[in-house]
């Protein structure tokens, strides 16, 4: 059972930044896209970002190019989300996630095609 820790989040004004960490217990990390996802209340979890499983290629939502950047480190099981230039609407609960098995794309970004998810780690930008 693959175990997935978000860490990272917490309160920060607008324009400031946080990162994100999310340490993978699988054996086989290296060989798995990585989602980021974020969810508020009331809403439909969203996509945020994904990382194929060398790194090489990424895919971000409009509402955060520019200024998130997704990461990963093969040799720490560590998949990482830089957030800069924050904003209110930038709150949410943020999950990081496994794709389903070893062809899960990068691209497009689907919800269902992610199976292992953390637990999730708020982050409050306040105005």
């Known amino acids: 059972q693959v175990q997935l820790v978000e860490s990272g989040g917490g309160l920060v004004q607008a324009g400031g930044s946080l990162r994100l960490s999310c340490a993978d217990s699988?054996?086989?990390?290296?060989?798995?896209?990585m989602g980021w996802f974020r969810q508020v209340p009331g809403k439909e979890r969203e996509f945020v970002a994904t990382?194929?499983?060398?790194?090489?290629?990424?895919y971000y939502a409009d509402s955060v190019k520019g200024r998130f950047t997704v990461s990963r480190d093969n040799a720490k099981n560590t998949v990482y989300l830089q957030m800069n230039s924050l904003k209110p609407e930038d709150t949410a609960v943020y999950y990081c996630a496994r794709g389903n098995n070893q062809r899960t794309r990068y691209y497009p970004p689907r919800v269902t095609d992610f199976g292992s998810w953390g637990q999730g780690t708020q982050v409050t930008v306040s105005s």
């Open positions: 699988g054996r086989t990390f290296g060989s798995y896209t």
């Open positions: 990382i194929s499983w060398s790194g090489g290629n990424t």
